[in-house]
DNA sequence: CTGATACTTAAGTGAATGCTTAACTATCAG
DNA sequence: CTGATAGTTAAGCATTCACTTAAGTATCAG
């Protein structure tokens, strides 16, 4: 079970780094609405061509974006599987804390029925404070 | 109809950039199986606490987290409605480009049965180059 | 009061970002 | 061939980031 964490860029960082900029967003909203070239996304972006170059290298090393050369036009696409990637480990992370919102409605419904309390099952165990240090010496 | 875009952060800029960062989603995977304190959310993680510390000013100011301090403690527990607004985000674009296939796929099927053929839908209307220059005359 | 615990805050540093300008390389139209 | 179009590539630069060390400030236990 090697994670990435160290050196390696993980996926998800590079996917939702790419998504973190307002101006890559519209690059990515203009493509879902289907295949653009590169001066087509340029054109409602108040920057220089060689910036949004620059913007789309970032979208396709995030993998959210696609692109292919015809001709002298580069014609970019949006790659769905990147993008339900970041989707899934949101919705994973809900699932997450939308379980114990249920086990916490269910102790509650029961503790009201008959008043025998337990474990508060929302409440964290509060453990004694070790620091680290980094790897350097 | 004013957008962000300009000089102001968006919230879903800082929270995907809040998400971009690895230990900041261990500390959100941490968070989404129930409340922690600073301390425990570093125990896992390879830095200072004081490194934790800012991470966790990250998430707050991105909205993905909220915290409150009880005597020494802080205990920080996530924010589900920020949350949810970058997962609409993002689904919202998938929603775009599946209308989008279904279109494509309907005129193929029309296209199958009596070979009329008009024009593509998923063709970008290639439009003449028009290069802006930023702000600065 | 005294010392540990649990953060807080400030300053500094190297690397990554988001641009710009400038100079170049392929198409393609006539 | 010639000029416009479409994109590419390389510097350079100001900011922001992700840390670190160092020096606090409030609790709380005894």
């Known amino acids: 079970m ?10 998800l960082d590079l996917a939702f780094q790419a998504l973190a900029d307002p ?3 519209v690059m990515v ?3 879902s609405q289907g295949p653009a070239s590169v001066s087509e996304l340029a054109r409602p972006l108040d ?15 995030s993998g959210l974006v696609r692109s292919q050369k015809i001709g002298r036009v ?11 990637a970041a989707e899934r480990w949101l919705s994973e992370r809900r699932a997450s804390w939308e379980r114990r919102f249920d ?3 269910a102790f509650l ?8 309390a337990d474990d508060d099952p929302a409440t964290p165990s509060a453990a004694p404070g070790v620091r680290r ?3 350097k010496t």
């Open 23 to 25: 101006t890559r967003r």
């Open 74 to 84: 580069r014609t970019c696409r949006i790659e769905p599987q990147t993008f339900t």
């Open 133 to 135: 240090r980094r790897k």
């Open 47 to 61: 920057m220089t061509l060689s910036a949004v170059v620059q913007h789309l290298a970032v979208l396709e090393a």
């Open 109 to 116: 419904a029961e503790t009201e029925a008959e008043t025998g």
């Open 103 to 105: 086990r916490l409605g």
């Open 2 to 11: 090697l994670n990435y964490q160290v050196a390696a860029p993980a996926p």
């Open 29 to 31: 909203e203009r493509l």
